[in-house]
């Protein structure tokens, strides 16, 4: 058999449209939510201007939202962070746009600069502060859409923080489960 008679044979993938994936409008996979998260990031235009600083609160901004998905962007002043909390039965990517995030967790505490992109699972606990002396900026993905964000008891404190340092390793081989790491 020739090389032709099997495309007859097998018939031309493109003349079957049923057999074909149509284009995703959203992100559906972690993958996906990644590589939005990273679009955003590099169209500094669709998010730099929105961006406002706030002495007594982190600031926050809904940026888009989509069938089972929302988009926040995020400014942190030096001393600013989240405290202890989870994102319910979320899941999320997030990044550092500008300056730098520290994010403590049960598997230790981990300096992220801008580019660093995460991933969690639901339920992952953690807190995020910015401990630098200039202003930071994230963005983040949450999927489904961001319903609540429990807060734990403060064990992130100052003296967890300094238990914390004599038993963990500050490296990415120490992230915690369910996250993942690039940049």
């Known amino acids: ?37 990273r679009s955003l990031a590099a169209d500094r235009s669709s998010w730099e201007h929105l961006v406002r600083y706030d002495a007594t609160t982190r600031w926050y901004h809904r940026l888009r939202t989509g069938p ?33 995030l520290t994010e403590r967790a049960e598997r230790g505490t981990h300096a992220w600069t801008a580019g660093t992109q995460r991933v969690f699972a639901p339920g992952y606990v953690h807190e995020v502060v910015n401990d630098t002396l200039e202003p930071a900026v994230s963005l983040h993905v949450y999927h489904p859409g961001l319903t609540e964000m429990p807060m734990h008891s403060p ?11 004599g038993t963990a390793a500050d490296t990415d081989a120490d992230a915690a489960p369910g996250t993942v790491t690039t940049g």
Request: proline letters at 6%; hydrophobic letters at 40%.
């Open 1 to 37: 058999m020739n090389s032709d008679s099997d495309l007859q044979i097998a018939g031309d993938i493109l003349e079957v449209p049923h057999l074909l994936q149509a284009p995703r409008e959203h992100p559906a996979t972690v993958a996906e939510f990644a590589g939005l998260l």
């Open 68 to 100: 089972g998905y929302e988009v926040w962007l995020l400014s942190w002043l030096p001393g600013q962070g989240s405290g202890r909390h989870d994102h319910g039965p979320s899941a999320g990517v997030w990044t550092v746009l500008e300056g730098t």
């Open 155 to 165: 064990r992130c404190s100052a003296a967890a923080v300094a238990e914390e340092a």
